[in-house]
């Protein structure tokens, strides 16, 4: 079982900058993914980052301004979100896979076994 726990959402205005964290309980083997979830729409992916950090893959909206990282001495990963436009309003989860990852990662949701709670990040234009 691996628990996600995520932090650093809030209201920030269009162009402004965000830091997302997840704090994961197992992580180290584990492929990670940030989703994000609008008001009436499906969950979409955003970005997502092998066990040992070496391939990171973006969704084309986010593509030179959002960054994900990881530091698996602190069984952590990161979203750094610049240039926020109001339409990255959504809830943010954080996702992980144990092992290497299956069918359909990084982009499919069901990839994913285990989830945080989210956290909201609202951009005002």
């Known amino acids: 079982q691996v628990r996600l726990v995520e932090s650093g959402g809030g209201l920030v205005r269009a162009g402004d900058s965000l830091s997302l964290s997840c704090a994961a309980s197992?992580?180290?083997?584990?492929?990670m993914g940030w989703f994000r979830q609008a008001t009436g729409k499906e969950r979409e992916f955003v970005a997502a980052?092998?066990?040992?950090?070496?391939?990171?893959y973006y969704d084309e909206s986010v593509k030179g301004r959002f960054t994900i990282t990881r530091n698996n001495a602190y069984n952590e990963v990161y979203l750094q979100m610049n240039s926020l436009k109001p339409e990255d309003t959504a809830v943010y989860f954080c996702?992980?896979?144990?092992?290497?990852?299956?069918?359909?990662?990084?982009?499919?949701?069901?990839?994913?076994?285990?989830w945080g709670q989210g956290t909201q990040v609202t951009v005002s234009s």
């Open positions: 980052i092998t066990f040992n950090g070496g391939s990171k």
């Open positions: 996702a992980a896979t144990r092992g290497p990852p299956g069918s359909g990662w990084p982009r499919n949701h069901d990839a994913y076994e285990f």
């Open positions: 197992v992580f180290s083997d584990s492929a």
